[in-house]
């Protein structure tokens, strides 16, 4: 499994990859079926073991951990699922 720093760098960094092109699903308490998805477009920074997104004035600090899924939605594809995770995400 890619470690999800590297998935990151590549959204970001690589020239071949668009960042409109993805979207980042986590765990969200209290949301339907406790997950939000957000397109990568909307994070501002990245640590170690979180990402910052600004979504209208609010900034959102995630933990990695949280992360479900990160999506390629031009493609379909998955660039990363956590285990253990229904396939219906």
Known sequence: M???????NKIF?????NIEDF????IHRG???DQKTIAASLITQVG?????YK?????NQIPMHRIITIKNIKTGDFLWTKKNIAKDV
Not at 13 to 17: E, T
Not at 23 to 26: A, K, N, R, S, V
Not at 48 to 52: D, G, N, P, R, T
């Open 31 to 33: 949301a339907p079926k």
């Open 2 to 8: 890619i470690p999800l720093k590297n998935i990151f």
């Open 55 to 59: 979504d209208k004035s609010n900034k």
């Open 23 to 26: 979207e980042i699903t986590y």
């Open 48 to 52: 170690k073991s979180w990402f910052v």
């Open 13 to 17: 960094w690589d020239k071949r990859a």
